[in-house]
């Protein structure tokens, strides 16, 4: 509890004085207040956090409208309102912008760092744990690998399946449906006349196309025979 | 600062209410807090919203400072009680009629209902 007031009253520095010394001590007071309502350790964890939020946000609304607020006491209406003043907020921050174009492209690089960062990692999320893989039912799919224990002599955790064991298990297991098999291999290709080309290939057997249910792009698929 | 009260016009929602629940007597905060937030429902004022909307409208003039209701300990020798002042009256008025015509055009256009009906 008296770690939370004393973080708050840190936080309060972040207003601009003259709003310190009006509001700073009756603030805390309402903090230390909803802090003791709030029982529930979730509830306490939302109520620091929404307070965080919103006491950041505050503090540099009204750190801009001490810059930006000539004379003190002006309407409402004229004041830094949420949607009426938003155009003139605009104008101001672009002509401060231009003012100071260090200090403009400081905001701008550590903007563009924060933003190739989170769409960086967001990027590895998505592709690692939130896209599906491009086959149908892909959550029944599963990839089959050997292991070598420690105690064979090799210590090879994954290990890809020889053709005998593969055999094994599309003769004999009961928890998968079908069981297909590839090997990546390379090939070389070339027309009558060409130069040979080296390209990535894989030997698959018959029944991996209707397995993942795709369709060859061109021709059919082959058979067993 | 401005002495018509239309000047100040239109408020921004949480400033009349917080007009509205200074007009019976002095408040403090966390009094005002509360109030707004059972007016409001679900939406919570939060603390940094609440004292820049007390800083605004001091600054206006429409609220003011005033002493303590009474003694107390704890909490309460800390807090800081807010008075409507004679302008912050007229502009909650004039807010109050503004917003009546509003909802009158809101009922001939029939997105209330009329206020015979029930």
């Known amino acids: 509890m008296k770690l939370a007031e004393g973080a708050f009253r840190a936080l309060l520095l972040l207003y601009p004085a003259r709003f310190r010394r009006e509001f700073a001590d009756d603030m805390q007071a309402l903090f230390a207040e909803r ?173 991996l196309f209707p397995l993942l249910r795709v369709q060859p792009a061109i021709g059919r698929s082959f058979t067993e025979e | 600062m401005p002495s018509d009260p239309r000047e100040h016009l239109p408020l921004p929602p949480h400033d009349f209410h917080i007009l509205l629940a200074l007009l019976e007597a002095p408040q403090h905060a966390y009094g005002l807090s509360r109030t707004v937030d059972d007016d409001d429902g679900p939406l919570t004022l939060e603390i940094g919203s609440l004292y820049r909307i007390l800083s605004r409208l001091t600054s206006a003039g429409l609220i003011e400072s005033a002493a303590p209701a009474g003694e107390g300990g704890g909490h309460e020798a800390r807090r800081k009680y807010y008075r409507i002042t004679a302008l912050g009256r007229r502009v909650a008025a004039a807010e109050a009629q503004r917003l009546d015509a509003v909802l009158r055009l809101a009922r001939r256009h029939k997105l209330l209902p009329s206020r015979g009906s029930s």
């Open chain 1, 35 to 207: 802090l003791d309502e709030a029982t529930a350790a979730g509830r306490r964890f939302r109520f620091l956090l929404t307070t965080l939020l919103d006491v950041i946000c505050s503090a540099a609304a009204e750190r801009w409208l001490a810059r930006s607020r000539g004379p003190r006491n002006l309407p409402l209406t004229s004041r830094s309102h949420p949607v009426s003043g938003f155009g003139q907020d605009l104008r101001y921050a672009l002509r401060s912008l231009l003012r100071q174009p260090a200090y403009a492209a400081f905001i701008i690089g550590t903007l563009a760092i924060g933003i190739g960062a989170v769409t960086a990692v967001f990027s590895v999320v998505h592709g690692v744990l939130l896209r599906p893989l491009a086959f149908a039912e892909s959550d029944r799919l599963v990839a089959v690998w050997g292991r070598f224990d420690p105690e064979s002599g090799f210590d090879f955790p994954q290990f890809s399946l020889s053709a005998p064991e593969y055999l094994d298990y599309k003769a004999a297991s009961k928890a998968m449906t079908d069981v297909a098999a590839y090997s990546n291999v390379s090939a070389t290709i070339a027309d009558a006349g060409a130069e040979p080309e080296r390209v990535p290939a894989s030997a698959v057997t018959a029944n």
